[in-house]
T-cell receptor, first 114, second 109 residues
Framework: EPEVTQTPSHQVTQMGQEVILRCVPI?????FYWYRQILGQKVEFLVSFYNNEISEKSEIFDDQFSVERPDGSNFTLKIRSTKLEDSAMYFC????????????FGPGTRLTVT | RKEVEQDPGPFNVPEGATVAFNCTYSNSASQSFFWYRQDCRKEPKLLMS???SGNEDGRFTAQLNRASQYISLLIRDSKLSDSATYLCVVNRGNTPLVFGKGTRLSVIA
């Protein structure tokens, strides 16, 4: 069964450092997403991406964040200068379409900022 | 008011029990509805979409009441492996998913 994959599974970084989180969405999916979940809190939307551009972003997704699809398979989230409050699980998701289409999530990257 | 509200639980039930979770959503423009389950420190996994006519998948039944803006999930014959957090999720068409905080279920032997 096709699945979304993410690397690394755990990233520890120092405050102010840049991190890149990587995702390989399901191959025939066209819509890609990043969500995050701070420990003990709900899953929150960060950004959606379609046709090589951002289609929607939340208030959390400020200038410190960027996304890219550098090739035909990878989808990356970059945090330019990490803060302590960026510590969270970051989930990548993909879907065939929008609206009623189901989104499938990767296993997540646990980011710890020290 | 939160866009998606759920009773956080925990619900502690014996194996074989029937348990029901409820969820309310505030935005009447919401169009698509889902239940996901999330195990501790894992990703949300799609359990089922929720349709206006109600739908069933094995031991799981989901119902939607658009007039009351209410979604439910019923689990029959609970198994130990059903222990997880159940997330109520909605979206408004071409928008990202909005998650509830989840309801925690523990099925006890």
């Amino acid at each position: 069964e096709p699945e979304v994959t993410q690397t690394p599974s755990h990233q520890v970084t120092q405050m102010g450092q840049e991190v890149i989180l990587r995702c390989v969405p399901i191959s025939n999916h066209l819509y890609f997403y990043w969500y995050r979940q701070i420990l003990g809190q709900k899953v929150e939307f960060l950004v959606s991406f379609y046709n090589n551009e951002i289609s929607e972003k939340s208030e959390i997704f400020d200038d410190q964040f960027s996304v890219e699809r550098p090739d035909g398979s990878n989808f990356t989230l970059k945090i330019r200068s990490t803060k302590l409050e960026d510590s969270a699980m970051y989930f990548c998701a993909s879907s065939e379409g929008v609206g009623g289409y189901e989104q499938y999530f990767g296993p997540g990257t646990r980011l710890t900022v020290t | 008011r939160k866009e998606v509200e759920q009773d956080p639980g925990p619900f502690n039930v014996p194996e074989g029990a029937t348990v029901a979770f409820n969820c309310t959503y505030s935005n009447s423009a919401s169009q698509s509805f889902f239940w996901y389950r999330q195990d501790c420190r894992k990703e949300p996994k799609l359990l089922m979409s929720v349709y206006s006519s109600g739908n069933e998948d094995g031991r799981f039944t989901a119902q939607l009441n658009r007039a009351s803006q209410y979604i439910s999930l019923l689990i029959r014959d609970s198994k130990l492996s059903d222990s997880a957090t159940y997330l109520c999720v909605v979206n408004r068409g071409n928008t990202p998913l909005v998650f509830g905080k989840g309801t925690r279920l523990s099925v006890i032997a």
